[in-house]
């Protein structure tokens, strides 16, 4: 792609490259060596420049860090047999970053800012991104309020990031749930369809109860019945009886509209699967997983692509999913996307971008 923009680009003198394992990468402590930033000031996204990845320097007052007026995205680059980059869907997630800030009056990103700003990032460390089954670039834009000031308003400050990741499998075993019925993720009116980041401290907590317990991940149900599953902390949640694939509606504004999750959906209706955009509710749930009903359940988003579920825990009782074969349709799915986004079939569905 060519760039129109003026992105001012300072390389690193000291590359991190040679010294990265990438046989043992840990999901988002090795870090690329450079990053897209740009400033908003004065109504305006300016500054637009690469540098090395490096250290902020915040003022105390820095309105991010009292209030939390800051949201993110999750995408990832991925490499073909020819060493080409390939972007799954970076349209979609530029679209939600836009629609998180919206909802935290953070001034929108332009496209073109986003676009050109990744695809030049993605050019500079090319390098970084792994040819290796299973192995990808993560991708973190973020948006943040830079205000020094205490009092409470919308920030007129503001820093749009990337930076970039290497990574393998993100959960290389199944995983095993809890069903939470005190704690909230989102209600109703609030800002659970943002993935804005006073959502994730929030959710930090219940989180680690059930971590204690022995849990993985909470699968969380809504804010005021606590009856119907939303979702899990970084994943939507889908159930599978049958040829019926079961997964939370959107409407709501409770849940975020995964990338991973409209893929899926777009996918089990191609392949014959009946999909059922609705509640699943407690009590439902635990009748299929009582009857040995539940055919599978597994979580979806970007960072793990599919998660299954190994256990599901309702009100103190556990149930046991047998493990899946080759031909569940979750390991079928996940093959399906595996192959469009490492560019090994056609993608007919125009979710590639070649950088
Ligand atoms: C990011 C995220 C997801 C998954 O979204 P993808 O676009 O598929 O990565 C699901 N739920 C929550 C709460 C998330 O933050």
């Not at 020819?82 to 496209?111: H, T, W, Y």
């Not at 089954?133 to 503001?158: E, N, W």
């Not at 022995?214 to 119907?228: A, E, M, P, S, V």
């Not at 988003?301 to 149930?319: E, L, P, R």
Request: hydrophobic share 40%; net charge negative; aromatic share 10%.
């Amino acid at each position: 792609m060519k760039t129109a923009l003026a992105i001012e680009v300072t390389k690193t003198s000291q590359s991190k490259l040679a010294q990265t394992d990438f046989d043992n990468l840990m999901f988002g402590q090795t870090i690329s060596d450079h990053m897209f930033v740009a400033d908003y000031e004065n109504g305006e996204w300016t500054n637009l420049r690469i540098v090395p990845y490096e250290p902020l320097s915040l003022n105390p007052a820095n309105a991010t860090l009292h209030y939390g007026q800051s949201v993110f995205e999750g995408m990832k680059a991925y490499k073909n047999d020819a060493g080409e980059i390939l972007l799954f869907r970076a349209d979609a997630n530029q679209k939600r970053l836009n629609a998180s800030a919206e909802r935290m009056c953070i001034p929108e990103v332009p496209e073109e800012i986003f676009m050109e700003g990744l695809y030049k990032l993605l050019e500079m460390d090319a390098d970084w991104i792994p040819q290796k089954p299973g192995y990808s670039l993560y991708v973190r834009p973020f948006i943040f309020a830079t205000d020094d000031y205490l009092g409470i308003r919308p920030s007129q400050k503001y820093s749009f990031m990337i930076f970039t990741c290497p990574v393998g499998h993100y959960y290389a075993k199944p995983v095993t749930v809890k069903v939470e019925q005190t704690y909230t993720r989102a209600a109703e009116g609030g800002t659970g369809y943002a993935k804005a980041a006073g959502n994730y401290a929030a959710s930090l907590y219940p989180a680690l109860l059930a971590q204690k317990q022995g849990y993985d991940q909470l699968l969380w149900t809504d804010g005021k019945t606590h009856q119907n599953i939303e979702e899990s902390g970084t994943m939507n949640v889908m159930f599978v009886v049958n040829d019926t694939i079961i997964t939370a509606p959107t409407h709501t504004g409770t849940i975020l509209k995964g990338i991973t999750r409209e893929s899926v959906l777009i996918l089990a209706k191609e392949m014959g699967y009946v999909v059922e955009e609705r509640f699943m509710t407690v009590s439902e749930l635990e009748k299929l997983l009582q009857a040995g009903k539940l055919t599978e359940a597994f979580g979806t988003g970007t960072a793990a692509t599919i998660a299954h579920i190994a256990k599901i825990n309702i009100n103190g009782v556990d149930y046991e999913l047998p493990a899946k074969g080759e031909d569940a349709f979750s390991n079928q799915v996940l093959r399906k996307l595996d192959a469009i986004k490492y560019g090994k079939v056609t993608d007919t569905h125009g979710w590639i971008r070649k950088v």
